[in-house]
């Protein structure tokens, strides 16, 4: 189908869900599991010998750190239906708790999830490196699980961690000064779903900044209509996003640079390797420029195999540079309703 008719009539951002926006779409699963499990923290985990260093584990079995310089390593704790540490923004399995130090080859394993939003890993309010965790999400998620965490003016890296299964998003950096460089993960989300939560796989947000490279980002699809799962969003970030170098394969929306200016996608491997699984017409892209000032989208290769827009700029995108891109497999390889996009030859819009 071709999709300009699409780009007329629904060219409003509401299909587009990012974590905290009412355009969230909610469907009616449910989350398997016992909520009458208990939590076990200290387990060897895959980095060997459970450590904790200025930390403890709590009562109700959340692993909280208590002091800067503290080490929470090769724990493995599961998600039951319990609220665990409570937080401003839901509650959390692994807490910084506003200190210093890292989190670093722990298995957290999902079976059910508590009706409020559940952080497998939280980081507020300090400089922390989250490294080589194991975060197994159930695969029918009815509630809001998040792997990963960062906000309140956070810093740090998120590195080599491995996000499977049912997540809302699987990475989240979010808020004023948050700012983390977020490398060589996998996130792997479930694939095509009509009900539960739908997903994102990394998502910077709220004014938070980040650079995301060589990271792996898959499986994230909404099959009813008017609604797309991200691989990677930006929603609303800070200026100077740099996205280097990822591969993101079948996702509803590849990249999304919603908000913010100055951002860079380059050398991005983003793709769809199958027919779109979605009901009645659902639109699927590889990349969305929209509320951005600035931004390039360059040397990116962008495929699929029956795909509805390769590169899809808003009317509220400005100076979008859309420079030496590989697009193919698309109905439309570029659809620019941008204002003043710089687009080289040979991609022609008006074609």
């Known amino acids: 189908m071709h999709r300009r008719a699409f780009i007329s009539t629904a060219i409003g951002i509401g299909g587009v869900g990012a974590f905290g926006t009412t355009s969230a779409a909610k469907g009616n699963g449910h989350a398997a599991g016992n909520a009458g499990g208990k939590a076990n923290g200290n387990a060897n985990g895959p980095g060997g010998s459970p450590t904790l260093i200025n930390a403890e584990q709590t009562a109700d079995g959340a692993i909280v750190a208590t002091d800067d310089g ?27 708790d506003g200190y210093s130090g890292e989190i670093s080859n722990n298995e957290i394993s999902v079976s059910n999830v508590p009706a409020g939003p559940t952080f497998g890993i939280r980081v507020g309010d300090a400089d922390v490196d989250v490294r080589s965790n194991e975060v197994d999400g159930d695969d029918a998620l009815g509630r809001r699980f998040l792997s990963v965490g960062f ?7 998120i590195e080599s961690n491995t996000l499977n299964g049912g997540h809302r ?16 993960n996998d996130v792997i989300g479930l694939g095509p779903k009509s009900d539960g939560w739908a997903e994102n796989g990394i998502q910077v947000s709220g004014g938070a900044t980040a650079h995301v490279r060589e990271n792996t980002v898959a499986d994230h699809w909404w099959d009813r209509d008017n609604f797309q ?13 740099h996205v280097q170098r990822n591969t993101v394969r079948d996702n509803d929306a590849g990249l999304a640079l919603w908000g913010g200016d100055n951002h860079n996608a380059i050398h991005n491997m983003i793709e769809v390797t ?20 600035n931004s390039g989208a360059r040397q990116n290769t962008i495929s699929a195999e029956d795909g509805d827009i390769g590169i899809l700029v808003y009317p509220s995108a400005s100076n979008t540079k859309l420079i030496g891109n590989d697009v193919s497999g698309f109905d439309d390889p570029i659809a620019d309703q941008g204002d003043e996009t710089k687009l080289p030859k040979p991609f022609d819009p008006d074609a």
């Open 151 to 157: 906000g309140d003016g956070a810093t740090g890296k």
């Open 70 to 96: 503290f080490v929470i390593s090769g724990h493995e704790i599961e998600v039951d239906g319990r609220d665990f540490y409570g937080g401003g923004d839901g509650t959390y399995v692994v807490y910084n």
């Open 169 to 184: 998003v699987g990475i989240l950096a979010e808020g004023t000064d948050t700012d983390v460089s977020i490398r060589n």
């Open 274 to 293: 199958g027919a779109d699984p979605g009901e009645n017409g659902v639109a699927h892209y590889g990349l969305l420029a929209l509320e951005t000032t």
């Open 229 to 241: 799962s991200s691989g990677i969003i930006l929603y609303q970030p800070g200026d100077g996003v």
